[in-house]
C-alpha cells in the first residue's frame, strides 16, 4: 500500500521547499535529504517526501498545533551516540474521552494516528536483553486498563493497523502507564536521556505517559 498525501500539503510544497533543511546537515542519525537518496528504494524515498513535508508543515507553522486533525510531527534525540527519530501523527484530546473510548482497550493500536509510528535507530539499540539493529520500525501498542503492551514491529509503512502482523514483531514490552496530574492535548513523543549511554522513548496524551527504556550498545 503506498502513503497517500494530505491535500492540504500541496499548498506547503514550493513553501517548504525554499526553506533551509537543517535537520539534515552533518548528523547521522537523521535520513539523508532526497538529493542523497541514489541508494535507496522507492519506499524509502517515499518516506523522505512524506517526512519533509508533512512533519515540517508543522514544524514551520503551516499547520499550527491548533489544527483540527492529526498533525504529522517528528521527536529528535540521542539514546548515548544513537540517533533515534520517530515520526508519527498527533491527533489531540478535542474534548473526547480517550482511552477505551476514541482508542480500545485490548486492541493492537497505531499508537498515533493514519500512518503507523515509525522509529528510526541510527546504531544499535538494546531493548529489554533484545539486541536491535539500525534502521526503522513500526511501534504499535495495546492498551489496557492497567497494564500496556509495547510492540516494535518490522513493517513501519503501513495504514493505521490494516496490515499489522504479530509474526513480525521484534519485542514485545509489558509495563505500567503513568498517570499524569494535567492533561497533555496532543499525544506526544519524546526522546529522553537517562544516563551516558541509556534513555526512553516516551509517549504522553491526555492523562497517560508511556516509557520505554533503549540503551546505547
Known amino acids: 500500500m503506498k502513503r497517500i498525501f494530505p491535500s492540504l500539503l500541496l499548498s506547503c510544497l514550493v513553501a517548504i521547499s525554499c526553506q533551509p533543511n537543517e535537520k539534515n546537515q552533518g548528523d547521522a542519525g537523521v535520513q539523508p535529504t532526497l538529493e542523497e537518496t541514489d541508494s535507496l528504494t522507492e519506499l ?3 518516506h523522505l517526501i512524506f517526512r519533509d513535508t508533512y512533519a515540517d508543515s508543522v514544524n514551520q507553522g503551516y499547520l499550527p498545533d491548533t489544527f483540527k486533525g492529526s498533525a504529522r510531527r517528528e521527536a529528535l534525540g540521542t539514546i548515548g551516540d544513537v540517533h533515534v527519530t520517530v515520526n508519527y501523527g498527533s491527533p489531540g484530546v478535542r474534548g473526547r474521552v480517550i482511552w477505551n473510548g476514541l ?8 499508537s498515533g494516528s493514519h500512518w503507523a509510528t515509525a522509529i528510526h535507530f541510527s546504531d544499535e539499540v538494546r531493548i529489554q536483553d533484545k539486541s536491535i539493529q539500525p534502521g526503522w520500525y513500526g511501534f504499535f501498542t495495546i492498551p489496557g486498563r492497567e497494564k500496556w503492551t509495547l510492540i516494535l514491529n518490522k513493517n513501519y509503512d503501513q495504514h493505521l493497523a490494516e496490515e499489522y502482523d504479530p509474526n513480525e514483531d521484534l519485542l514485545r514490552v509489558e509495563t505500567d502507564p503513568v498517570l499524569l496530574a494535567d492533561t ?23 492523562k497517560i505517559r508511556l516509557e520505554l527504556p533503549i540503551e546505547d550498545l
Open 103 to 110: 482508542v480500545s482497550y485490548d486492541q493492537v493500536w497505531v
Open 184 to 206: 497533555v492535548q496532543r499525544l506526544t513523543y519524546a526522546i529522553e536521556p537517562t544516563g551516558d549511554k541509556t534513555g526512553l522513548l516516551s509517549m504522553s496524551w491526555d
Open 44 to 46: 524509502e524515498k517515499e
